[in-house]
């Protein structure tokens, strides 16, 4: 057994569990009046309501201290210091030094980091409002008006997620476009709406090694000589974001327009750093200074705010109830927002990537669950699909709702109807439908005898299913800002609790090795016959077709 599940406190929660789950929340609501006061949190305009969970005083005092005997306050303090907390990679996690105000001082190695974070910043400003205001026009002297982001997994789901996010903050004269996969078929339909006088591309990739976003570039790169008839064309045509300045200039990229980052940021943590240059162009320095700040707010409430009084924590440890009491798989994001279409898919990322460990800090496997599968779809779409397995399957789903109390399109009803949709369905899984209930439905309807018991069953909901509701006063970018630093450090907690890296994906890294490896053979003359028979067969069909 390992420490974790051998400690008290965790054997406390098995115990506590056994009793709670025999409890509704319909119950806990009918017999506490406070209930709602005593389990949920505001804050700055957000408002986090974690009572429709199935928990009680003690469930939360319990998971408070699990929180505590894992050192927590401890971890914080690490990760915000630059500690090299990602062991495996031997590097510090500095997202947060990367929204810390100028006179901050965070040391890495000796140094003192901010004054480059800020250099990096300035650089991003000039640039930005350069191209937006057109004091830097393209190759044959036009205006740029489409952006195009070619990166991958961090080097692009954050920016695709905040640009579309903040779109009401965008500028009018640009458009964003971003290209991640290899298919051809994602930069050959983004290619056919450009204009390449018009167009930038920013080259988004922490190593500059990454196969498909190499092979967008130079399909980019091809595509706007070929337009523009020079080679020239390219320096004013393509920027990058990249640590590995070397393959930057071996690309052909103009020093200029190279924007720098660090190892100590993670890929999927680095909206924050240069790799957020899309969003700075479409939404204006000011407001991605906006962003940077509603992360940095959650990152003082993170550091300062009591356990039991700070969101993270809080998220985190229900997270944990779940997933490791309760057993349950998966869990859903669910934005009442249309805004935060690519939210969902956003964390998906952060979550799976960063907690999606089988082994411990000191590399032994871990004997409990780690991460679940992270999913979802923005309300009310989700509603007309997979909520049925929400509210009637044999598998509990806790899910977070998030809202904005008003809407930048405030058009006749369509936002009560959207917020009466959110507010109706955590009540419904909390509560459910009783059988006498779903009987008076019936008998309403004017059911009754064989007809009426036949139906009964189907009609019947379990309720007691958790979710959070997450509300805020509109989707603005210093909202924004903390919303996603609120996942980054609830994620953190999962896995200072979990005793694994956060911060490596080595999973992810084996892909990329696999993929260099086989397409050679893809290429080859001979046939191939060194691997099992399926993927022999399956490299030979396609040499086949393809190789004369
Ligand atoms: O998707 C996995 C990953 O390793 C991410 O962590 C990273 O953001 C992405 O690949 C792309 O890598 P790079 O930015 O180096 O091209």
Redesign the pocket.
């Known amino acids: 057994m390992s420490n974790l599940t051998r400690s008290s406190v965790w054997q406390a929660l098995s115990a506590h569990q056994i009793e709670i789950r025999e409890q509704t929340m319909r119950n806990l609501f009918a017999n506490d009046a406070n209930r709602f006061d005593k389990f949920s949190l505001r804050e700055d305009g957000l408002l986090f309501d974690f009572s429709k969970n199935l928990i009680t005083e003690e469930t939360l005092a319990l998971l408070i201290n699990l929180a505590r005997q894992s050192n927590l306050s401890d971890w914080i303090e690490r990760q915000f210091n630059g500690e090299k907390i990602n062991t495996s990679e031997a590097r510090a996690v500095l997202h947060t030094a990367l929204r810390s105000p100028r006179d901050c001082s965070v040391l890495v190695d000796g140094k003192n980091v901010i004054p480059d974070v800020h250099r990096v910043l300035e650089h991003i400003r000039r640039y930005s409002d350069a191209i937006r205001s057109g004091a830097t026009l393209g190759h044959t002297g036009k205006k740029i008006r489409h952006i195009v982001n070619i990166?991958?997994?961090?080097?692009a789901l954050g920016p695709l997620m905040a640009c579309e996010a903040l779109k009401p903050f965008g500028s009018d004269d640009l458009t964003a476009h971003f290209v991640s996969n290899v298919d051809a078929t994602d930069i050959a339909e983004t290619l056919k709406k450009l204009d390449a006088e018009t167009t930038l591309f920013i080259i988004s990739?922490?190593?500059f090694t990454?196969q498909e976003?190499l092979a967008n570039a130079h399909t980019a790169r091809a595509w706007l000589v070929d337009h523009l008839g020079t080679e020239q064309a390219v320096a004013k045509h393509f920027a990058a974001v990249s640590t590995n300045l070397s393959e930057t200039s071996k690309f052909g990229i103009n020093p200029e327009n190279v924007f720098e980052f660090w190892d100590w940021v993670g890929?999927?943590y680095s909206l924050w750093s240069a790799i957020g240059l899309p969003i700075a162009l479409y939404i204006g320095m000011e407001n991605f200074e906006r962003l940077l700040a509603g992360g940095h707010a959650m990152d003082e409430h993170f550091r300062n705010a009591p356990l039991e009084k700070n969101m993270p924590v809080i998220l985190a440890l229900l997270g944990i109830w779940y997933g490791n009491f309760f057993g349950t798989g998966s869990y859903a994001i669910l934005p009442y927002d249309q805004y935060m279409q690519h939210f969902p898919a956003y964390l998906q990322q952060l979550e799976m990537?960063s907690n999606g460990k089988r082994v411990d800090r000191e590399g032994k496997p871990v004997d409990y669950d780690t991460h679940f599968v992270v999913w979802g779809a923005p309300g009310t779409n989700g509603q007309h699909s997979f909520y049925q397995l929400i509210h009637q399957g044999t598998r509990m789903v806790p899910a977070d709702f998030l809202a904005p109390l008003t809407s930048h399109n405030p058009i006749g009803e369509h936002h009560a109807m959207l917020l009466s949709n959110c507010f109706a369905q955590t009540e419904a899984l909390m509560l459910g439908k009783t059988e006498s209930e779903a009987r008076a439905e019936l008998v309403a309807q004017g059911l009754t005898g064989n007809a009426l018991e036949a139906l009964l069953p189907y009609k019947i909901f379990p309720g007691n299913r958790p979710s959070n509701t997450l509300l805020f006063e509109k989707l603005d970018p210093y909202t924004l800002g903390r919303l996603i630093a609120l996942y980054e450090q609830k994620i953190f907690v999962q896995s200072v609790i979990w005793n694994i890296n956060a911060f490596d994906?080595w999973g992810?890294e084996f892909g990329k090795q696999l993929a260099n490896k086989l397409l050679p053979e893809l290429r080859s003359k001979g046939t191939v016959n060194t691997h099992d028979s399926s993927t022999n067969n399956l490299i030979n069909i396609y040499r086949n077709r393809h190789i004369a």
């Not at 990166?151 to 080097?155: A, F, P």
């Open positions: 990166g991958i997994g961090g080097s990739s922490k190593t990454t976003t890929g999927r990537e994906q992810v």
